[in-house]
């Protein structure tokens, strides 16, 4: 592992200084909240804490080099769907569990909260990694370009040799037969 430079040690200062901002911004949102009537209240604590989740992914998955872009189909399963299960069951009367996840007077419930907080940060991450920093002295990699060999490489090959047999043994055939009709003929 590298030792962080002076860029790094500054960007992880202010990373940390934006969300203990964001944690001030939130309580006082929640403050405002209160004040509102139940359904807007709630909506607005919960995109509040999306925003947080958001943030809390920006924080803690941005660096330097390449963006790196995947589909997680585990993140969106696991942590995605449920969340935003929860934001609705909270919202909505008429689903199940909507009694164990409604708030309870002024403000959302601390479980609605982790699941506002865990769907803003399951969003980005189901779609993104983060960023990846490229080795200067990779070993296998050629200017960029893509790696040749692995499993596909061995399917290919293994499909040329069994080509070729396969050719050698019908042309083998072949000559074996022609010979015999030449040798018949005479």
């Keep these: 592992m590298k030792k962080p430079n002076k860029r790094d040690t ?7 200084f934006l969300i203990l901002a964001f944690i001030v ?10 004040t509102l009537p139940t359904t807007i209240g709630a909506l607005i604590s ?3 804490f999306a925003v947080f ?26 942590l ?4 935003l299960y929860i934001v609705i069951a909270s919202l909505a009367p008429g689903l199940p569990l909507n009694d164990v996840f409604a708030s309870n007077g002024t403000s959302v419930s601390v479980i609605v909260t982790l699941a506002s907080i865990a769907l803003g940060y399951g969003i980005p991450y189901t779609f993104l ?6 080795e200067e002295n ?4 050629v200017n960029g370009e893509m790696l040749e060999g692995g499993l596909e490489a061995a399917l290919t090959d293994e499909e040329v040799k069994y080509t070729a047999e ?3 043994s019908a042309e083998n055939t072949e000559s074996d037969t022609t010979e015999e009709t030449d040798s018949e003929t005479e």
Excluded at 10 to 16: R, T, V, Y
Excluded at 25 to 34: G, I, K, L, V
Excluded at 80 to 83: C, D, G, T
């Design 25 to 34: 911004c939130a309580h006082f949102f929640s403050e405002y909240t209160a």
């Design 46 to 48: 919960i995109l509040v």
């Design 129 to 134: 990694s983060g960023y990846e920093i490229a």
């Design 10 to 16: 500054i960007n992880l200062f202010f990373s940390a």
């Design 53 to 78: 989740g958001l943030l809390v992914f920006y924080a803690t998955r941005v660096g330097d080099g390449k963006a790196v872009k995947r589909f997680s189909l585990v993140t969106l399963i696991v």
């Design 166 to 168: 396969a050719g050698e």
């Design 80 to 83: 995605v769907i449920p969340s």
């Design 138 to 141: 990779a070993e296998n990699e």
